[in-house]
């Protein structure tokens, strides 16, 4: 993806609303060239964490956490990995359940660069027992309690020099939401029953499917706690908000299965389900169903529709044309709105499907040619004929 930077040459006068445009628009940042000391290291120095920022986000270790190649997810994935890699800030990660919240926890450890970095220790929020969360959190010594027959370190020192993964953070009780303020501020606590104040560094992230701020309004969570926890704050998309990505994440989810699936072909009727199917669990749910797909499939031939569950396959007649969405037909109500004719919008709307099937494919023309329903000459000649790069054998040069 192209970044840009905006520059106000020498002379010109950067207004604020002028800088505010320019991002609205898309570019990354906005400089002025005469409020700078040195605008050419200024800009070197925006364009180096631009380049290293591109470099992880292509990397393997964020490939291997995190699938997607939509804008919107690329974009998110920017973000995350800039925090991660050049901060030791607290991150909250909000979304629902199944948008993957722990993965992106355990990436900002994996790219956290801190020097002999400890342990991604995970605590669960709603598991923790309210009478017992004390020494869930910080340990406790021998004897503080019925049943304590030896000491025992909590999650803070368990993260000590690491990472500390508070899932569902938005279930912790009243009470111990205040107790965890002087740890997380002050990096001190004190095991139950103990006298000595420990010491504790570890990085914060928290994660949770509510909305805290909305909780804080409504008395359940701290202001103070939310503050401290969401130095950085991310939240997730559902699945049904990123379906672009669903033939990456697909071919991912079989690779995982079976080696030998991660090329193989689907029918079209397959990629209907795939792509129209609402996935309540989002990313979670989409993986359990291609794991299902993928173990009933046999033969090197492609996925077809007698791979499918039984209980997942639609009735008869309901993928028909369910696609034309309100969204769609707003898209082409907006179009004849603005002077689009008949052969202008039909052509768009082709060279459209066209692009996002290539594009989800990876450029492999073969598998795109077959989603869109033309043989694979039929599509290499149209994107010639739209001096579109060629591709040999179906793949990207």
């Given at each position: ?279 309540r669990g989002n990313v979670?749910?989409l993986r359990q169903l ?108």
């Amino acid at each position: 993806m192209v970044r840009v930077l905006a520059v106000a040459l020498p002379g010109h006068v950067l207004s604020a609303g002028t800088a505010w445009a320019l991002v609205q628009e898309g570019a990354s940042d906005v400089i002025a060239w005469d409020a700078s000391g040195d605008p050419a290291s200024d800009i070197r120095a925006r364009v180096r964490r631009w380049i290293q920022v591109e470099e992880l986000v292509r990397s393997s270790v964020v490939r291997d956490h995190l699938v997607g190649g939509g804008r919107a997810w690329t974009l998110l994935l920017r973000q995350i990995v800039e925090v991660a890699r050049f901060t030791e800030s607290a991150v909250l990660v909000s979304g629902e359940s199944g948008t993957g919240k722990e993965l992106v926890a355990r990436l900002i450890h994996d790219l956290d660069p801190r020097p002999g970095k400890g342990e991604f220790v995970i605590l669960d929020c709603t598991t923790v027992v309210p009478t017992l969360s004390g020494s869930e959190f910080f340990g406790h010594e021998k004897g503080a309690f019925t049943g304590a027959v030896a000491a025992r370190d909590g999650a803070f020192a368990l993260a000590d020099g690491g990472t500390l993964f508070l899932d569902e953070a938005g279930d912790l009780p009243l009470p111990l939401q205040a107790e965890l303020l002087r740890v997380i501020q002050e990096g001190m606590y004190k095991r139950v029953g103990g006298n000595i104040w420990r010491r504790t560094k570890f990085r914060l992230i928290c994660a949770t499917n509510r909305d805290l701020l909305a909780e804080e309004a409504a008395g359940r969570f701290r202001r103070d706690l939310y503050y401290r926890i969401a130095a950085w704050s991310f939240r997730l998309p559902p699945l049904r908000d990123r379906l672009e990505d669903i033939p990456m994440l697909t071919r991912r989810f079989l690779s995982q299965v079976r080696t030998d699936l991660s090329d193989v072909e689907l029918d079209g009727a397959v990629w209907e389900l795939l792509r129209t199917r609402e996935y309540r669990g989002n990313v979670r749910d989409l993986r359990q169903l291609v794991f299902r797909i993928a173990q009933r499939h046999r033969g090197a031939g492609p996925i077809s529709v007698g791979d499918v569950p039984p209980d997942e396959r639609p009735p008869v007649g309901s993928t028909e044309q369910s696609w034309v969405d309100p969204t769609f037909e707003e898209a082409i109500r907006r179009a004849l709105a603005r002077g689009g004719t008949l052969r202008s919008i039909s052509r768009s709307a082709a060279e459209t499907a066209v692009r996002i099937a290539v594009a989800e494919e990876q450029f492999n023309l073969k598998r795109a040619a077959r989603r869109l329903g033309v043989t694979d000459r039929a599509l290499q000649m149209r994107r010639a004929s739209r001096g579109q790069p060629h591709f040999t054998h179906g793949k990207g040069s």
